[in-house]
């Protein structure tokens, strides 16, 4: 099977090959859920493959091809480690996983060796480069500092502002834009995939988050009602199970809603909670702007936090009673 891009990525698939000398490193930039990650492997592979194709896609044929991606001598994939689960009994804990320095020290080791194929080419995948750690950055930027003949380096990230500023000045940008709703509905479609418009808007037209939230609708909805209650919030409905793919997660939710409010409040519309459209507008007349705009501030905050094992259940009942704060008359 012929590997494909995405409607969304034809220009950035263009743009990539009219640039006539690569740098030595690329970051590829967007938004979450939009297949970043599976569009730098299909470069990736491309950029190795010994007769690519019209438009620059792999042959599958060669050798190259074949031993893509695992047993290809130079291409060389990072992703961030995996931690042993937690086992606890309450819940599942979802814990941060990084790329660690002995993952850098052992690339390092590896470039030291020449290149394989007759080529001479090499890739380095990282994704997402935002898992890199301080150590593992400050080991990558060595490298990026001299860096190896015929490498290339491709950084994915959703997040470019997590990267230590000198490693994203040695890289060349490619932002990679997501789809439009448009665009996501009807490749959603063409897979035979059912997902209501609504939990599209909630995704951010991302269409790969919103298949992943497809798995968690009912903590999801557990959320939503209570943020839907405003001042009449039941903390007896906040307990573990909306923990149960992360505080961060859970955050995500709350910002997202405390957005809306904001974006009610200025346009009368909202973006990700359509369906609640009724509740957001009758809060956005209820809400002291100045407790809001502070609550945005402390979830901000907490959110960069959020995957370090702190009390996620004090912290997340702490976060709804000053949600609730909100709406209160001063
Ligand atoms: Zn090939």
Redesign the pocket.
Same mark, same amino acid.
């Given at each position: 099977m012929t590997d494909e891009i995405y409607p969304w990525f034809h220009d950035a698939w263009t743009a990539i090959h009219d640039n006539e000398k690569l740098p030595h490193a690329l970051l590829f930039k967007g938004k979450a859920g939009i297949g970043k990650g599976k569009f730098a492997r299909t470069f990736a592979?491309s950029y190795l %493959?010994?007769?690519?194709l019209h438009h620059h896609l792999?042959?599958?044929? %060669?050798k190259?091809?074949s031993w893509f991606p695992d047993t290809h001598p130079d291409f060389k994939y990072i992703v961030p480690m995996e931690d042993e689960e937690d086992e606890s009994k309450k819940r599942k804990m979802v814990r941060q996983k990084n790329i660690v320095i002995d993952q850098i020290r052992e690339l390092s080791e590896y470039l030291e060796l020449s290149a394989h194929q007759e080529k001479g080419r090499r890739i380095i995948l990282i994704e997402p480069a935002d898992a890199l750690n301080q150590a593992a950055s400050n080991a990558l930027l060595k490298i990026l500092e001299e860096p190896p003949a015929n490498t290339l380096f491709i950084l994915v990230t959703s997040h470019a502002q997590k990267l230590i500023a000198t490693i994203r000045s040695r890289c060349q940008l490619l932002e990679l834009r997501g789809p439009s709703l448009q665009e996501a509905t009807s490749y959603l479609q063409g897979q035979a995939i059912h997902i209501p418009e609504h939990l599209l808007s909630f995704s951010g037209n991302s269409p790969f988050t919103a298949m992943n939230e497809m798995e968690h609708q009912s903590e999801r909805e557990v959320i939503t009602k209570l943020l839907s209650q405003g001042h009449r919030i039941d903390f007896t409905q906040v307990n573990y199970s909306i923990l149960t793919q992360g505080l961060d997660w859970t955050l995500s939710i709350i910002q997202k809603w405390t957005f809306d409010l904001l974006l009610h409040f200025h346009t009368h519309q909202t973006y990700y909670f359509k369906k609640e459209e009724a509740h957001i507008e009758s809060q956005t007349k209820q809400m002291n702007m100045d407790v809001l705009l502070s609550f945005v501030n402390e979830l901000n905050a907490l959110k960069k936090i959020a995957s370090h094992p702190i009390n996620q259940e004090l912290q997340l009942e702490n976060i709804f009673v000053k949600f609730k704060q909100v709406f209160e008359p001063s």
């Open positions: 592979k %493959c010994h007769n690519p792999a042959c599958d044929g %060669c190259s091809c």
